[in-house]
């Protein structure tokens, strides 16, 4: 069976790295993810708590590149993010995630998003540990939004009522980024009506 390609893409042989903020020098030691904002109680992992989480899902995606290059069938392994949001009790008004990285990197996404049943934080790819230039100690991964949401190095996921823009979304990136939509940039797209789906909606 053929695999479909998001409108705009093409497939090339491995990964383009991109580092804008450059790489950021990891203390594994002291390294926490910690999970805050918009929640009941405040959490914090350091680095060997999330790797001995049993609750982990592997799975083999895509990776799509805004800049219109894709990497064929990655394997993803992590924790998913709704996980995270359930144990730190994530509040009804929660609208937007914020990944928060070590360089200083920030990506928003609508919470519906980032809780889908894809949406992981990665601790490895094709089977190994994740290298510094692909986001060690641990990203996001989303599979159905463009790669810059997928924030590498990350350190935080921050729940919040309020929109802001991160690194891109600055410079007239979209503020969802759907692949299967080509939301590269700004259209007008609206910043309110997000629906956390850990809330019951009537």
């Known amino acids: 069976m053929e695999t479909v390609l998001p409108p705009g893409q093409r497939y090339v042989r491995g990964f383009i790295i991109y580092a804008a903020l450059g790489l ?21 992992f350091s680095y060997e708590a999330l790797l001995n989480n049993p609750v982990k899902t592997t799975y083999r995606s895509d990776f799509h590149c805004v800049t219109k290059w894709s990497v064929r069938d990655v394997l993803w392994e992590g924790i998913p993010v709704r996980w995270f949001a359930e144990q730190a009790g994530v509040k009804n008004g929660a609208a937007w995630v914020f990944f928060r990285c070590l360089d200083g990197y920030m990506a928003p996404v609508p919470i519906e998003d980032a809780l889908s049943e894809k949406a992981i934080v990665v601790l490895k790819m094709n089977g190994e540990p994740l290298k510094l230039e692909n986001g060690y100690p641990c990203r996001a991964f989303i599979p159905h939004l463009y790669g810059w949401k997928s924030a590498k190095h990350l350190c935080e996921i921050e729940f919040s009522d309020t929109y802001m823009d991160g690194f891109w979304e600055a410079y007239g990136y979209h503020e969802r980024g759907n692949v299967w939509e080509e939301e590269r940039f700004k259209q007008g797209f609206s910043r309110h009506v997000r629906r956390n789906p850990l809330v019951t909606h009537k």
């Open 24 to 44: 950021p020098e990891v203390d594994i030691e002291s390294y926490r993810l910690r999970v805050t904002g918009s929640v009941d109680k405040e959490l914090e």
